[in-house]
């Protein structure tokens, strides 16, 4: 079955500290995969993508397909990373398959 | 331009009764998509239009869920005789061509109460 599992609901770091949000998924053929980030009060918007190889707000995600994971990284935690991080999969030409999403607290 | 727009933003309504939602996509979008997302949960696919082919409504959880687009414009989201498991909130996404390279463009979601 496909599915994208986000084991966290909820992370908490302090500012300046390192983020690791996990996602890791199922999916038999070529996986293209997204992150999608919600800030408060905001709308559900495309952070990155896979296929891009590119680094959006300092964010960075290696697709592994050994361990079928795609998890989102930033070396230095802001406070303004604050918000609800979810993972997606594009299943087939345009179906896309979403986490639970995790909620990313950055202390002060 | 205007994003993805969706009315009403709120709608709390009895069980059984008939709603409506809407979603005015970007102008000029062919792909829209709406999903469901309930309390703690992920988005949960529902519908895909694709300009004037058939729709894939493999994700409508029952056939008390029904949607409409007119062409590449706006799309309606009917629920008859509502239950409080549709309770959640209703995002729609609208993209340039709907493959997987295309950004999605989410609005800003129907929040759906079931009393």
């Known amino acids: 079955a496909q599915r994208v599992t986000q084991p966290e609901k909820l992370l908490s770091v302090f500012k300046g500290a390192p983020v690791e949000l996990k996602c890791n998924y199922s999916y038999s053929g070529s996986p293209e995969l997204f992150w999608y980030v919600q800030y408060s009060r905001q709308r559900l918007q495309l952070l990155l993508r896979?296929?891009s190889r590119e680094s959006i707000k300092g964010f960075t995600a290696d697709l592994n397909k050994g361990e079928t994971s795609f998890h989102l990284k930033k070396p230095f935690a802001q406070e303004e990373d604050s918000a609800m991080y979810y993972c997606a999969l594009a299943s087939g030409t345009y179906k896309y398959i979403f986490g639970t999403g995790t909620r990313l607290k950055v202390l002060a | 331009g205007a994003g993805v727009s969706q009315s009403p933003s709120n709608k709390v309504t009895e069980k059984g009764k008939d709603v409506e939602l809407r979603c005015d996509p970007i102008s000029g979008h062919t792909a829209l998509y709406w999903y469901r997302q309930r309390l703690g949960q992920g988005l949960e696919f529902l519908i895909y239009?694709?300009?004037?082919?058939?729709?894939?409504k493999s994700g409508l959880p029952s056939d008390r869920f029904s949607a409409e687009r007119t062409g590449e414009s706006v799309s309606t989201l009917t629920i008859q005789r509502t239950q409080q498991e549709d309770s959640a909130v209703y995002l729609c996404?609208?993209?340039f061509g709907g493959g997987p390279t295309d950004t999605q463009y989410f609005g800003p979601g129907t929040r759906l109460t079931v009393l």
């Open positions: 896979h296929i």
């Open positions: 239009f694709q300009g004037n082919s058939a729709p894939d």
């Open positions: 996404a609208s993209s």
